[in-house]
Structure formats: C-alpha cells, structure tokens
C-alpha cells in the first residue's frame, strides 16, 4: 500500500534533483566548460588588439603602439594582481562556481566599458578588469577540474582543457583579421559585440554547472523517505556546525601558505617550469611576424597561415601529454617532452627553406605545449600532498607565474630583436638554454619520485 505524504508537508518544498543533475555534475562537463572558458578568454583578448590602434588616433592620440603596448601590459597587470586575493577566496570559502560565473560577468563589463571608452586610462582600466576576469577560469576553473576528476584521470582531464589555449590562440590567429572585418564592417563596436557574443556563451555554460558536492546532496535528500528528511535536517545542522568548526580549524594563513610553498621543492620547479615555457612563449610572439617578412618576406596574411599550420599540431599536444602522465606519471612526460623539443628551437634558428622552418616551428610547439598538462597534473599533485594547501592555491601560482613569464617575455623578445644584429638567433639561443635548465629541474625535482632518484637507485642496485 502506497504511503501517503504527511499533510503537514508541502509538496512545494520537497526537493527534487534539477534538470540534467547528472551530466552537469560530471567531470566530463566540467572539463568542457574549463576548455571553452580558456579557449574564449584568448579569443576575446585578441580580437580587438588590431582595431585598438585606430580608436586611438579617432581620440586623438600620438604614438598609438606604445600606447596599445602598454594596454596589453595593463592586461597582465589585472591577472598577476587579481590571482593571489582569488585563489585565497576560493580556498577559504570554498567557492567554485560563484567565481568562474562572475569571471564572465567581468569579462563582458570589461568589453562593454572599453567599447564605450572615452579616454585612453578607461581603456587600460577596462583591459585590467579583463584580466581580472580571465584569472578566474585559470585559477578557479582548474582547481574545479581536480576537484570533480577521479585522481587517476586528472592528468588526462587538465590536458583536454589545456588544449582549448591551443585551439584559442589558433583562433587567435584568425581573431584579427575578423576583429578588423568587423571594424570595417559595423566599427568599433563590431569586434567587442563579437566577443561579448562569445562571453555570453561561455557564461551560460558555467551557469549550468553542479558541483558534485551539491548533487550528491540532492540525490540523497530526494532518495530519503519524508519521514526521514526532518530528522536529518537537524542532525546535519549539527554536523555542518562540527565541520565548519574543523574546516576553520584545518584553514592556515596566506602567510603559512607562502611559506609551505617555497618550502616545496617540486611547487618551486613546478613554477620554476611555467615561467619559462611564458618567457619562451613571449619572446617569439611580438617578434616572429617580422622575422617571416625579413627572411621570406611574407605579408600579414601569409604569416597568419604560417602560424595556423604550426599551432594546429599543438591541439592535440595537451591530451595526449595528459593522458601519458596518468600513466607514466608527470615528471617523465615533462621530461620527454623538454628534451625532444630542444632541437627544434635549434633548427628554427635555419634561414633555410621555409617549409623547414614550419615543420621545426609546429614540433618546437608541440612538445613544448606538451608540458603544459602534466605540469598542471604535478601541481595537482602537490596541492594533495601538503596539507592545507587546496587546489587554488597551486594554480594561483599556475597562473602568477604564466602572468609574469608573459609579461616579461614580449619585453624582453622585443628588445633581443631590435638591437642585437641576430636578434632571432639570441632569441632562439635563449629558449633553448631555458628549456635545457628545465631538464635539469625536472630530473632532479619534479615528481612524487623524481627521475634523478630512480636513477641513482639503480646505479646503486648495479
């Protein structure tokens, strides 16, 4: 006999799982939404950079390149400051979503208030906020993505969504010319409403996001009988008030946090890894257009088809990489993947012929992108062997590192070019001595076991 419901309880009040609880909640889901976040976050900063210049002029402005230099400088300032105060939010309130979703809320206001601009500081102060913005997908979205991947496939997880930095800077590529379509088209509004579009995407996708922790929740109130439900309200209470207590207890200070950190060998050659592979990333990007053009003399156009080809072999760089590191575990992939592409920095250094420049070109990004996930695996696997230090925090310092490397890369790589007589030649010579200082902090320090370690005790066992 069926047991009728208690006409005490309202029916409107019983919990039921929302729709599509289950596909939203799985890690398959969150993996996708942290690949589409990264992916929209390049496309939106580079769409509009070849439109801002002649903005400028329209305002009245003189030296329009320093200028728009300095706004992209704006724009990793934003993401270095904003990354610490997010990842100890996160961490302490143990926010997740909130974060990722006001990201996009930034990133949209940011669009709207450099569309509108009236004077070059709201401009810089609009890129900032974009950066702020872009800090919680690298930040917040990664450490969701451990927190909801089963241990044994993060690796595999972090290198699908690291691969949307690789399809986002292919779109990159392909974000200018339609940035200055657009501008020809419908003006200066057109690229931002393009890439407010793309935000808008991006922002209904995280909304739909259910932590797994809230969906267990849900499944097991709607699974409880009514007569249960009561009871175990009060007695949840209680343990919610027991654990909020021991999660206060357990919570260490930013300070503590710091110093755990430079405490850890394998945290430090972990950040040590990122802000090479952004010095290395940011010293080739203001510079390679003119090398193609001096040495081959391309045009804008057949330097953008050169770049595609080169950074498509990229895309699957990140997945496969992450899918070895589960197996084989994060130190021998980096490893790997640092020794085979040093040569390729080398041969890149050819003014040969250009088919042999593209080929070196796509395998000197493919390995080195390759790094990208195991890395970030190793940092997941730092965050779970220190106590107190959640998965924001290590990618807080992911992310400051890449900020940095970024930041100073692009300065750096700029000037090598300008004024030494081979200035690609020292650019290449300087990756290439950064990627060889990586292997050897590889071998000594990164991973649970690092490879040094296993090799000396086999010397031994010898």
């Known amino acids: 006999?069926?047991?009728?419901?208690?006409?005490?309880?309202?029916?409107?009040?019983?919990?039921?799982?929302?729709?599509?609880?289950?596909?939203?909640?799985?890690?398959?889901?969150?993996?996708?939404?942290v690949w589409l976040g990264v992916a929209t976050d390049l496309v939106v900063y580079s769409m509009v950079i070849p439109v801002v210049p002649f903005q400028l002029e329209k305002l009245g402005y003189k030296d329009v390149a320093s200028l728009t230099g300095w706004l992209l400088f704006a724009y990793s300032g934003g993401l270095?400051?904003?990354?610490?105060?997010?990842?100890?939010?996160?961490?302490k309130y143990d926010a997740r979503k909130l974060p990722l979703v006001a990201g996009v809320f930034i990133l949209i206001g940011s669009q709207i208030m450099f569309m509108e601009a009236p004077a070059y500081w709201v401009m810089c102060l609009a890129r900032a906020l974009q950066g702020i913005g872009s800090t919680m997908?690298?930040?917040?979205?990664?450490?969701?993505?451990?927190?909801?991947?089963?241990?044994?496939?993060?690796?595999?997880?972090?290198?699908?969504?690291?691969?949307?930095?690789?399809?986002?800077?292919?779109?990159?590529?392909?974000?200018?010319?339609?940035g200055g379509g657009l501008y020809t088209r419908f003006g200066f509004r057109g690229p931002f409403i393009f890439g407010i579009i793309v935000a808008i995407l991006d922002l209904a996708f995280r909304f739909l996001i259910i932590e797994s922790t809230s969906a267990s929740k849900l499944?097991?109130?709607?699974?409880?009988?009514?007569?249960?439900?009561?009871?175990?309200?009060?007695?949840?209470?209680?343990?919610?008030?027991?654990?909020?207590?021991?999660?206060?207890?357990?919570?260490?200070?930013?300070?503590?946090?710091?110093?755990?950190?430079?405490?850890?060998?394998?945290?430090?050659?972990?950040?040590?890894?990122?802000?090479?592979?952004?010095?290395?990333?940011?010293?080739?990007?203001?510079?390679?257009?003119?090398?193609?053009?001096?040495?081959?003399?391309?045009n804008s156009a057949d330097?953008?088809?050169?770049?595609?080809t080169s950074v498509i072999p990229t895309l699957f760089a990140s997945p496969l990489s992450g899918w070895f590191s589960d197996h084989q575990?994060?130190?021998?992939?980096?490893?790997?993947?640092?020794?085979?592409?040093?040569?390729?920095?080398?041969?890149?250094?050819?003014?040969?012929?250009?088919?042999?420049?593209?080929?070196?070109?796509?395998?000197?990004?493919?390995?080195?992108?390759?790094?990208?996930?195991?890395?970030?695996?190793?940092?997941?696997?730092?965050a779970r062997s220190i106590d107190g230090i959640g998965y924001a925090y290590v990618y807080g310092a992911f992310n400051l590192a890449y900020g940095i490397g970024t930041t100073v890369g692009p300065v750096v790589g700029g000037q090598m070019y300008d004024h030494i007589t081979r200035g690609w030649l020292a650019i290449c010579l300087l990756a290439v001595g950064l990627l060889g200082l990586s292997v050897v902090v590889t071998f000594v320090y990164v991973g649970e076991k690092p490879v040094a370690q296993s090799f000396i005790r086999r010397i031994r066992l010898l």
């Open 1 to 33: 006999m069926e047991t009728p419901i208690s006409p005490h309880v309202d029916r409107s009040e019983l919990q039921t799982q929302p729709w599509g609880s289950k596909w939203r909640s799985s890690y398959w889901f969150v993996t996708f939404v």
């Open 80 to 91: 270095a400051i904003a990354t610490i105060p997010v990842a100890v939010w996160s961490e």
């Open 137 to 178: 997908v690298w930040v917040v979205g990664l450490a969701l993505l451990c927190d909801e991947a089963p241990p044994e496939l993060v690796g595999r997880q972090l290198g699908i969504a690291m691969s949307g930095l690789s399809l986002g800077y292919a779109s990159a590529l392909v974000g200018p010319p339609v």
């Open 219 to 298: 499944r097991t109130s709607t699974e409880k009988p009514d007569n249960e439900i009561a009871l175990e309200t009060n007695v949840n209470s209680l343990r919610d008030i027991g654990d909020a207590i021991d999660v206060q207890n357990k919570k260490v200070s930013f300070v503590q946090i710091l110093r755990l950190l430079f405490r850890a060998h394998r945290a430090l050659a972990a950040a040590f890894l990122t802000l090479v592979y952004g010095i290395v990333y940011g010293t080739q990007e203001p510079v390679i257009s003119s090398h193609l053009n001096s040495v081959w003399g391309l």
């Open 303 to 308: 330097v953008g088809l050169v770049l595609l």
């Open 329 to 382: 575990g994060p130190s021998v992939v980096i490893l790997i993947a640092l020794i085979l592409a040093v040569p390729w920095y080398v041969v890149i250094i050819v003014d040969g012929h250009l088919a042999l420049f593209i080929t070196a070109y796509a395998c000197a990004y493919f390995f080195a992108s390759g790094v990208l996930s195991p890395l970030t695996a190793e940092l997941a696997s730092v």
